[in-house]
């Protein structure tokens, strides 16, 4: 290894060369590891993928499809995650002991998923219980720690995604009179509310200041939200709603439940990635349409669908950084490590926690179809 090397390594461990190589050769080398590994390896995508990499993902999909494909793959000894971390950890939870889980770069991880730690979250169920006893019923978003998915499985809890929350808090409210939904605040009021349940029954756990924030009466509280929130799906406002109305009066707003309140309610639609791109795909020709997720989705869908009109929520286009990480270097570095029988950024959680994860990601599981 040479000093530029080292000094990379440090940064992304990435060695240097990897960066020198032109896309062609690249886009060569790994179409031919492909082939040589075969059913031995896996290669899921994330729709929010930059499209060099899902180029060669052997499914694409969102948080929900690619948590029961990991479960369902017993082929493949790699599986080499396109996505972000905690994903990662999902498919290496959901497959056999044997099957390797491999993230071509350590630095893809989600911000909001790191807005709520374990230590947080058992402080706050200390203080959540000594508030309102024995009543309260865990959910987190699957975007989070494996840490926190095991403290949910334990406490009789369960995972969501965007595209079951609505089934999976209608579930938890059955069980229990109040639920904590962890870490995304957005995503659990507009469920919630979508449900029913009025904003005064709603109260915001904030893991800083260790503050129940709520505006109704307390013993009222029905659904408690991590103060946690995407930092992507935030930058669609209300404003930019507005905008679009203005200049495309015929326009559709669809958007992602991670943004916030207001822009879901002011949108026309909101959905999960995946009933993002199945409303895109039914839509009539000519038809308009604003999109408030991530930007590769929605220049993907803008490209593959040039017979309608549509556009970004926000005109500047809001990238997921830490998605945007896996990159072709990285997918080709990954692949020589398998090759070379030296796999390097494997994603392994520790038994315990795997085990009680598990039973959080089953128990949401079995309930999607
Ligand atoms: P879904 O894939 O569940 O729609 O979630 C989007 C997301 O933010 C992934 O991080
Ligand atoms: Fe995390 Fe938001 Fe990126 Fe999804 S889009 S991985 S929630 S930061």
Not at 230 to 240: A, G, L
Not at 328 to 344: C, F, K, N, Q
Request: charged content about 25%.
């Amino acid at each position: 290894m040479g000093v530029l090397d080292i000094l990379q390594a440090k940064k992304t461990g990435l060695p240097e060369h990897y960066r020198q190589l032109s896309e062609l050769e690249m886009v060569s080398r790994i179409q031919a590891i492909k082939e040589q590994l075969g059913a031995q390896l896996y290669l899921p995508g994330h729709h929010y993928q930059k499209d060099e990499i899902i180029q060669f993902a052997d499914d694409t999909g969102d948080s929900l499809k690619l948590a029961q494909l990991s479960a369902e793959n017993e082929k493949a000894e790699y599986i080499v995650f396109c996505g972000v971390h905690f994903m990662a950890e999902t498919a290496d939870i959901l497959s056999s002991d044997n099957q390797i889980v491999v993230l071509p770069d350590m630095r893809a991880g989600c911000s909001m998923a790191d807005m709520a730690d374990i230590h947080q979250t058992e402080k706050a169920w200390e203080m959540l219980q000594g508030t309102f006893g024995d009543t309260i019923i865990p959910l987190t978003y699957v975007n989070s720690t494996a840490s926190i998915k095991s403290f949910v499985g334990k406490n009789g809890g369960a995972t969501v995604t965007s595209s079951n929350a609505k089934a999976m808090v209608e579930w938890a409210l059955t069980k229990k009179e109040r639920i904590l939904f962890l870490p995304d605040q957005h995503l659990g009021r507009n469920t919630a509310y979508d449900l029913g349940v009025p904003l005064e029954q709603m109260a915001v756990w904030d893991p800083i200041s260790n503050i129940l924030e709520c505006d109704g009466p307390i013993e009222e509280v029905r659904v408690i939200l991590w103060k946690g929130h995407c930092s992507v799906h935030e930058k669609f406002t209300m404003e930019n709603i507005k905008q679009v109305r203005k200049e495309m009066p015929d326009v559709t707003v669809l958007v992602h439940p991670e943004c916030t309140f207001d822009v879901v309610q002011a949108s026309d639609i909101n959905g999960s990635t995946k009933k993002i791109i199945d409303t895109i795909e039914n839509a009539p020709a000519g038809s308009s349409w604003a999109i408030g997720t991530e930007m590769n989705l929605v220049n993907r869908l803008i490209q593959t669908h040039p017979d309608k009109n549509i556009v970004s929520l926000n005109p500047n286009m809001c990238p997921c950084l830490t998605m945007n990480r896996i990159d072709l270097p990285h997918l080709l570095w990954a692949l020589d490590s398998i090759v070379e029988g030296e796999v390097i950024n494997q994603i392994k959680v520790d038994k315990e926690t795997a085990d009680l994860a598990k039973i959080a990601l089953e128990r949401m599981l079995n309930k999607s179809i």
